[in-house]
T-cell receptor, first 115, second 111 residues
C-alpha cells in the first residue's frame, strides 16, 4: 500500500477566500485523483491530476474553481477558490499506479468548513 | 456506464450479531471490486478487495466474494463489534479510471 498525507487536515475559512490542499504520497504513482465528499454523502470525483499537463475535470467541475497542480509523481495540490458555504466538504486525494496496482488508496482527507 | 448499488442504511446491530451489507454492480469488462470503510471523522480506508470472479477478499473478520453471475459483492462479518461502527462503501474500479462508489451504508453497533 501507499502512505498518503494531506495538509491541512481541517480548516475553517471565510467566504470568498481560497484554500490550497496538498497531497503527498511516499512512492511514485501514475494516477492521482481528487474527490469531494459532501456531508453525509458518497464521494464525487472532481478531477484527475495529470503529471506535466492540465488536470482532467469531471462534469460540473471547472479549473477556475478547482485549480490543480501536479509537479511530479508524488505530489499534487487542489485549490478551492472563491469559497462559499456550499464548498464545505471533505476533500480527499487518491492514488493508483506505480507499485500500486488494481487499487486506489485514499488520503486521510481535508475537512473544510466555509463560514 | 458503471454503477454500484448498496443497501441503504443506517443498519443497527447488537454486538456479536451477523452482518450483511448487500452490494450489486453494473460494469463493462472485469472491474476490481472493493469495500472501503470510513470511521467517524476520518478518511477512507481500504477494507478488502477482489480482482476477479470467485475471488474472496477478507480482512479484520470481514469477507466478500466476487460473484460475476449475480454481479454482487456482499460484505459479511460473523460477529460485529462496537468498533466496527462506521460507514461502508462498496466500489468498483475498471483500472486506471475513477472509482465508482455506492452511496455508503452506515453501520451502528450497540453494546
Amino acid at each position: 500500500s501507499a502512505v498518503i498525507s494531506q495538509k491541512p487536515s481541517r480548516d475553517i475559512c471565510q467566504r470568498g477566500t481560497s484554500l490550497t490542499i496538498q497531497c503527498q504520497v511516499d512512492s511514485q504513482v501514475t494516477m492521482m485523483f481528487w474527490y469531494r465528499q459532501q456531508p453525509g454523502q458518497s464521494l464525487t470525483l472532481i478531477a484527475t491530476a495529470n503529471q506535466g499537463s492540465e488536470a482532467t475535470y469531471e462534469s460540473g467541475f471547472v479549473i477556475d474553481k478547482f485549480p490543480i497542480s501536479r509537479p511530479n509523481l508524488t505530489f499534487s495540490t487542489l485549490t478551492v477558490s472563491n469559497m462559499s458555504p456550499e464548498d464545505s466538504s471533505i476533500y480527499l486525494c487518491s492514488v493508483e499506479g506505480g507499485i500500486i496496482t488494481d487499487t486506489q488508496y485514499f488520503g486521510p482527507g481535508t475537512r473544510l468548513t466555509v463560514l | 456506464g458503471n454503477s454500484v448499488t448498496q443497501m441503504e442504511g443506517p443498519v443497527t446491530l447488537s454486538e456479536e450479531a451477523f452482518l450483511t451489507i448487500n452490494c450489486t454492480y453494473t460494469a463493462t469488462g472485469y472491474p476490481s471490486l472493493f469495500w472501503y470503510v470510513q470511521y467517524p471523522g476520518e478518511g477512507l480506508q481500504l477494507l478488502l478487495k477482489a480482482t476477479k470472479a470467485d475471488d474472496k477478499g477478507s480482512n479484520k473478520g470481514f469477507e466478500a466474494t466476487y460473484r460475476k453471475e449475480t454481479t454482487s459483492f456482499h460484505l459479511e462479518k460473523g460477529s460485529v463489534q462496537v468498533s466496527d461502527s462506521a460507514v461502508y462503501f462498496c466500489a468498483l474500479l475498471p483500472g486506471y479510471q475513477k472509482v465508482t462508489f455506492g452511496t455508503g451504508t452506515k453501520l451502528q453497533v450497540i453494546p
